[in-house]
C-alpha cells in the first residue's frame, strides 16, 4: 500500500466532521478503489437541478458487496483520507429510516440550522434542504451505510456534494452508480496480515492463510488479531482452523456467511473462551443488539428490579472487569471501540454467527439481556423530556433487531411503550405509527386485545394517526377504546384518563364543541382527584378545556384557565414539556387576540414563537403554529407586511414537513390566503383559496365549522373578485351551516354575518343588509361590549346601510361613535380605521384555531 495519503491528515479539516467511525490503522491495499471512487464523484454527473441551475449535481455512489469484504471500512478510509476536500463529512446509520432522520437531525443541530434539537422529522428535512441548497457548505460528503432498503434514495439528499452508499443489495446497480466490492487480492491479504501480525508472520505463511481465509477482509482481520493477541503461529492457526471448517461444514452453516468467515471467527471465539470466559458471555449478547453503535453507558450496572437472573448482572457490577472484557473483544478483532463516541459495535456478520451457534432457550436468554439493558438506560426517564431525547434517540438502532416486541417483561414493555411516545413526540409521526403497528401485532397475538399495553399502544397509535390527519380514523379508534378502557381498565384508572383526555381532541376535531368542553369538564375533575390540581397531565387537561372554552367563544373563562395553566407549568418541578408549555403560550397570546387586543397578543405570540425556535426548533409543529398565530395576530393589528412573511414562511415550511392535506398545513395555507388579500394581493390569495376549499371539506365533512369558515373566506375573495351573487349564495350557505353547529351568538357566525351583509349591498338587498346588520352589531355588542375592534367593524358596514335606507341621523350619529371608539381602541393610522373613515366596508376572514 502507498502513503501518498498522509500528507492531508495534517491538513484542512472539515467544519464539520460527525458520527464517522475511527478509521482501521491496519488498513491497507484497496488503492485502485479508492481512486476509482474518487474519480467518480467528482466526475460523474447528474442531470442539473433546478435550485442550482449554474452547478452540475455529483450522482451518488454505491460501494456493492457481500457481508465481511470491507464495504464500511472502505467508505471510512475514504472519509480520512479525503476529509481535506470537504468542509462538512457526516455518517449516516441506514439500515433502517428511523436512524437515518436521527443522524440527519444531528447534522441539522451541528449546522446550527433553526430546529431546535426537539422534532426529529423536520431537523432531518431541514438538514437536507440545506445539503441540496448548499448553504452554508457546497463541498460536503455523505455516507449512508449498510443501505439495503431501497427506499433510502427518497431521502438521499442530491446537490452539489457528494453521496457514498454502502450496501449488500445488489439492486442499488440500477438506481445509482455502483462500485462492486469484492474480497482482497491476494498481494493485499499478505500485505495486511504481515502488517497485521508484525514479525513473526511471513510472507510465504501469510500466504497460506489468505488462501484458507478465502481473501476476505473481516476473516483476515480476525485471524490477524488472534495471532498477534496470542502469538500463535500459522501453522498452529491453520490447524485450528482446519479442525474448525470441518466442524462447520457438518453444522450446515446458511449459504450467506462464507465458510472463511464462519472459520476464522469460530476459531477466535474458542481461544477467548479459554481465556476469558466473560467475554465470550458479553459477546453473544451483543449479538442481540442491532448492528449499529451500543453506547457505552448501555453496560452500567443493572438496578435490583433489572438484575434477577441476568447472565452478566455480575460483569457489569464491576467496572475494571467489564472494561478488561470489553478491550480484550477489540484486541480479538470481534468488536470495534470507538473512544470518541463511546460505542462498542458488532459486525453484523458476526452477531449472525453468535445467533447461529446458540439453540432457542440460550438465544432467548441473551435477547433478554438486551431487552433488560435497553430498558434499563431509560428507567426515570421522561419521553417527554427533551433532555432525555439524546438518551433515546441512541438506541433507535437496536429495537427491531433485538426483537424488543416480543417482550413479555413489564419494564420491557413500558420501555417499549415509552420509545413509541419519544419517537412521535419528536415530530416522527410516520415512524411512530410503523413502530407501533409492530408492538401492537406481536402483543395482540401474547396478550390478546385486554391487555394493558395492548390498550395503551392503541391510545398512542390514535394520537399519531390523528396527527397524520387521519380524524374520523382516531375517532371511532379512541370511541371504541374508551369503552374497552373503562371496562377493563375501569373509570378512574391511570390509562383511561389519559385516554379520555385525548378523546376530547377527537370531539374538537369533528367539531363537536360543545360535547368536547363537557367532556374536558369531567376529564379534569377525574384528573385532579386522580393526579392532583397541578400534575403535568392534569394541567393538558385543564389546558383542553380552555380550548373549548375558546372555540365556544367564552374568552375570559379561557383566558383565565390558561393564565393559571401556563403559570403551574413553569414552576419548578411542573414536569411540562416544553412542547406543552409553547402551546399554553401560544393559546394565550390566540384568546388575547379574540379578544380584540391585537396589540397586547403580538406581544405574547412574539414571546411564544421565539421560545418554540430555542428551544424546539422552526420546523416542530408547535412552533409552526405559533407563527400561523402570530401572523394572524400582526395582520389584525395592521402590520400587513410582516404577517405576510411570516404566513408565507410558515405555510412553505409546513408544506415540506407534512403535506397540503393536513390539518396544520390546510390552516397555514388559509392564514396566507387572508394575508394575500390584506396585502391587496387578491389573485393570489383567490387562487390559494380555490385550491383548498375543497381540501377543507374533504379533510373535515361538509357540516363542519372549519368547512364554513373557510367557504366565508372564499366567498369574501368573490366578491371583491367581481363575483357578487355567488359570494352570497356561498356566505348564506356558511352562515345557516354556523347557526346550526354553533348558533347565531358565536364568534365565527357572527363574522360571516358581518361578510354576508357586505354581500347583500353588493347585490343591492340594501334593507336586508341593513336589518342583517342591526341585529349583528346588537348580538356583538352583548358579546363582546362596545369597544371590540369586531363590534366597531360592524357599526363602521352598518352606517353605509342605514345610509343607503334613508337613515341619515342615525348614521352620522353611529359613525362618530364609532371613530371615536375606533382612535381609542385601534389608533388612527390602523387601516381598519382608515378603511371606515374613507366609508368603505370592513370584511372579516376565518383563522382555524389548532385543536
Known amino acids: 500500500m502507498t502513503n501518498s495519503h498522509s500528507q492531508h491528515d495534517s491538513a484542512h479539516a472539515p467544519s464539520v466532521w460527525g458520527k464517522v467511525p475511527q478509521r482501521n490503522k491496519n488498513f491497507t491495499g484497496r488503492d485502485d478503489l479508492i481512486e476509482k471512487l474518487r474519480t467518480g464523484l467528482q466526475s460523474k454527473v447528474t442531470a442539473v437541478l433546478p435550485q442550482a441551475q449554474d452547478q452540475s449535481q455529483p450522482a451518488p455512489h454505491a460501494l456493492q458487496g457481500l457481508g465481511g469484504v470491507g464495504k464500511s471500512q472502505l467508505a471510512i478510509e475514504y472519509a480520512h483520507r479525503f476529509r481535506h476536500a470537504y468542509d462538512l463529512v457526516w455518517w449516516v446509520p441506514a439500515a433502517q429510516t428511523m436512524l437515518v432522520k436521527s443522524s440527519l437531525a444531528g447534522l441539522a443541530r451541528e449546522l446550527h440550522l433553526k430546529v431546535g434539537p426537539h422534532s426529529v422529522e423536520d431537523a432531518a428535512e431541514a438538514a437536507l434542504d440545506a445539503l441540496r441548497r448548499g448553504e452554508p457548505y457546497r463541498n460536503w460528503l455523505l455516507i449512508f451505510d449498510n443501505a439495503e432498503n ?88 491453520l490447524r485450528l482452523l482446519k479442525r474448525q471448517t470441518t466442524r462447520l461444514l457438518g453444522a450446515n452453516k446458511p449459504s ?92 453484523r456478520l458476526v452477531q449472525a454467527l453468535l445467533r447461529d451457534e446458540l439453540d432457542g432457550d440460550e438465544a432467548d436468554a441473551f435477547r433478554r439481556e438486551v431487552h433488560l439493558l435497553l430498558s434499563a438506560s431509560v428507567a426515570g426517564y421522561e419521553p417527554d423530556d427533551t433532555t432525555a431525547w439524546p438518551r433515546y434517540a441512541n438506541l433507535l438502532g437496536h429495537i427491531t433487531t433485538a426483537d424488543v416486541k416480543g417482550s413479555r417483561d413489564p419494564n420491557v414493555r413500558k420501555f417499549a411503550l415509552s420509545i413509541i411516545r419519544y419517537v412521535y413526540t419528536s415530530g416522527d409521526f410516520a415512524s411512530a405509527r410503523e413502530l407501533v403497528q409492530e408492538f401492537l401485532e406481536a402483543w395482540r397475538v401474547d396478550s390478546g386485545e385486554d391487555d394493558r399495553d395492548v390498550l395503551t399502544a392503541q391510545r398512542h397509535y390514535a394520537i399519531i394517526i390523528r396527527e397524520l390527519g387521519a380524524i374520523d380514523e382516531s375517532f371511532e379508534l379512541n370511541k371504541a377504546l374508551m369503552e374497552r378502557m373503562r371496562r377493563v381498565l375501569g373509570e378512574g384508572d391511570e390509562e383511561t384518563l389519559l385516554l379520555t383526555n385525548s378523546h376530547g381532541a377527537d370531539l374538537r376535531y369533528r367539531g ?73 403560550m401560544n393559546n394565550l397570546a390566540r384568546v388575547v387576540r379574540l379578544q380584540g387586543r391585537y396589540r397586547e397578543a403580538c406581544d405574547l405570540g412574539q414571546d411564544a414563537y421565539d421560545f418554540g425556535l430555542q428551544e424546539l426548533g422552526q420546523e416542530h409543529p408547535w412552533t409552526m403554529r ?59 390569495s383567490l387562487r390559494l383559496l380555490r385550491d383548498i376549499v375543497s381540501r377543507f371539506a374533504s379533510m373535515y365533512g361538509d357540516d363542519h365549522p372549519f368547512k364554513y369558515g373557510c367557504d366565508s373566506n372564499f366567498a369574501l375573495l368573490l366578491r371583491v373578485s367581481g363575483s357578487k351573487e355567488q359570494a352570497r349564495e ?13 348558533t347565531r351568538q358565536h364568534y365565527f357566525s357572527l363574522t360571516c354575518a358581518i361578510n354576508l351583509a357586505s354581500d347583500l349591498a353588493e347585490v343591492g338587498l340594501h334593507e336586508e343588509a341593513r336589518v342583517l346588520g342591526q341585529e349583528t352589531l346588537r348580538d356583538l355588542r352583548a358579546l363582546f361590549g362596545d369597544d371590540h375592534p369586531v363590534t366597531l367593524a360592524a357599526g363602521a358596514n352598518l352606517v353605509g346601510d342605514l345610509l343607503a335606507t334613508g337613515a341619515a341621523e342615525e348614521a352620522a350619529a353611529l359613525r362618530e361613535d364609532v371613530l371615536d371608539r375606533y382612535d381609542r381602541v385601534l389608533g388612527p393610522n390602523h387601516p381598519d380605521v382608515l378603511v371606515s373613515r374613507q366609508g368603505n366596508r370592513l370584511d372579516f376572514d376565518f383563522d382555524p384555531p389548532v385543536l
Request: proline share 4%; glycine share 6%; aromatic share 4%.
Open 150 to 237: 431501497l427506499e433510502i434514495n427518497d431521502i438521499v439528499p442530491r446537490g452539489p456534494g457528494h453521496v457514498l452508499i454502502t450496501s449488500r443489495n445488489h439492486s442499488w446497480q440500477g438506481v445509482v452508480d455502483t462500485l462492486p466490492v469484492d474480497v482482497f487480492e491476494r498481494e493485499e491479504s499478505v500485505t495486511f496480515l504481515v502488517r497485521r501480525v508484525g514479525r513473526a508472520l511471513g510472507r510465504e505463511q501469510a500466504d497460506r492463510l489468505a488462501e484458507a481465509l478465502g481473501d476476505l477482509p473481516l476473516a483476515l482481520e480476525q485471524a490477524g488479531a488472534l495471532q498477534a493477541e496470542s502469538g500463535m503461529s500459522a501453522e498452529e492457526y
Open 256 to 347: 450467506d456467511y462464507p465458510l472463511s468467515m464462519t472459520a476464522a471467527w469460530a476459531t477466535s471465539v474458542s481461544q477467548l473462551k479459554a481465556r476469558l470466559p466473560d467475554a465470550v458471555e458479553l459477546l453473544r449478547c451483543f449479538a442481540f443488539f442491532g448492528p449499529e453503535p451500543i453506547p457505552r453507558d448501555l453496560l452500567d450496572e443493572l438496578p435490583e428490579a433489572y438484575a434477577a437472573g441476568s447472565k452478566i448482572a455480575g460483569l457489569l457490577a464491576d467496572p475494571i472487569q467489564l472494561s478488561q472484557v470489553i478491550r480484550e473483544l477489540g484486541r480479538y478483532a470481534l468488536v470495534r471501540i470507538d473512544s470518541e463516541s463511546r460505542t462498542v459495535q458488532v459486525h
Open 730 to 742: 356561498i356566505d348564506e350557505a356558511a352562515l345557516a351551516g354556523f347557526d346550526r353547529r354553533l
Open 626 to 684: 405559533s407563527a400561523k398565530d402570530l401572523s394572524i395576530a400582526k395582520r389584525r393589528a395592521g402590520l400587513i407586511e410582516e404577517a405576510l412573511e411570516l404566513a408565507d414562511r410558515t405555510f412553505e415550511l409546513q408544506k415540506r414537513g407534512t403535506s397540503i392535506d393536513h390539518p396544520d398545513t390546510l390552516a397555514a395555507a388559509l392564514c396566507l390566503a387572508n394575508a394575500q388579500r390584506a396585502a391587496d394581493q387578491v389573485d393570489d
Open 512 to 584: 363537536d364543541f360543545a360535547e368536547a368542553r363537557e367532556h374536558d369538564r369531567e376529564s379534569l375533575s377525574r384528573h385532579e382527584a386522580v393526579f392532583g390540581r397541578a400534575h403535568r397531565r392534569t394541567l393538558r387537561a385543564m389546558n383542553n378545556l380552555a380550548l373549548d372554552h375558546l372555540l365556544l367563544g367564552d374568552y375570559q373563562e379561557a383566558q383565565a384557565l390558561q393564565a393559571r395553566v401556563l403559570k403551574l407549568q413553569r414552576q419548578a418541578g411542573s414536569g411540562a414539556s416544553r412542547a406543552n408549555v409553547l402551546a399554553s
